[in-house]
């Protein structure tokens, strides 16, 4: 089955960036997209794959994708953007719909 | 605009059936799914409906679990049959964007504990 892997945590100052990795298998023929979930609170998307930022997700969120792995970049990062955040895709290859790991942000 | 119910305490082998009202947009006309939670862990599919005839289940629930919608109540619906405990998560339903996209409206969820 298809697997994405995301680091378990990441750290960062308020006002730096962070950047979240996700990792796939020929990741770059997929159209990824990414969630954020706060504790207690249903995930909301902050970017697609296909259309970008959903509307009221700041700029300062950006995603890319170099064909192995994909990257979410949180620029300017503030305390509310502590969160889990989730990569996924569909696999066609499988026809199932696959979530990322999860990356658990620290905002220090 | 997404509104799950019908969770609750069952027994293994037991039965429930998930509901999903939908109050803003047809559900004839969207993509839809369920997504799990279980207690601190992350995020896991489950199933999508693409339309009455082609839906999608995630293996472990394949014959277990069943997806539908009553477009007259504009309801999304997961019958879920054979429940094990390792099926106690939260549950969402959420909307798909297009074929392959993201989940760009989600439910907040109802809670499915199976134990004896």
């Known amino acids: 089955s298809y697997v994405l892997t995301q680091p378990p945590s990441v750290s960062v100052a308020p006002g730096q960036t962070a950047r979240l990795t996700c990792v796939g298998s020929n990741l770059g023929s997929k159209s990824v997209h990414w969630s954020r979930q706060k504790p207690g609170q249903a995930p909301v998307l902050v970017v697609s794959?296909?259309?970008g930022r959903p509307s009221g997700i700041p700029e300062r969120f950006s995603a890319s994708n170099n064909g192995y792995t994909a990257t979410l970049t949180i620029s300017r990062v503030e305390a509310g953007d502590e969160a889990d955040y989730f990569c996924?895709?569909?696999?066609?290859?499988?026809?199932?719909?696959?979530f990322g790991t999860g990356t658990k942000v620290t905002v220090l | 605009q997404l509104v799950e119910s019908g969770g609750g305490l069952v027994q293994p082998g037991g039965s429930l059936r998930l509901s999903c009202a939908v109050s803003?947009?047809?559900?004839?006309?969207?993509?839809m799914g369920w997504v799990r939670q279980a207690p601190g862990k992350g995020l896991e599919w489950v199933s999508l409906?693409?339309?009455?005839?082609?839906?999608y289940h995630a293996d472990s629930m394949k014959a277990r679990f069943t997806v539908s919608r009553d477009t007259s109540r504009n309801t999304l619906y997961l019958q879920m049959n054979s429940l094990r405990v390792e099926d106690t998560a939260v549950y969402y339903c959420?909307?798909?964007?297009?074929?392959?996209?993201?989940?760009?409206?989600w439910g907040q969820g109802t809670m499915v504990t199976v134990s004896s």
């Open positions: 996924q895709v569909w696999d066609t290859t499988s026809d199932h719909y696959v």
């Open positions: 409906l693409y339309s009455d005839r082609l839906t």
């Open positions: 794959g296909d259309s």
């Open positions: 959420a909307r798909l964007q297009n074929w392959g996209g993201a989940f760009d409206v």
């Open positions: 803003s947009f047809p559900v004839n006309s969207n993509y």
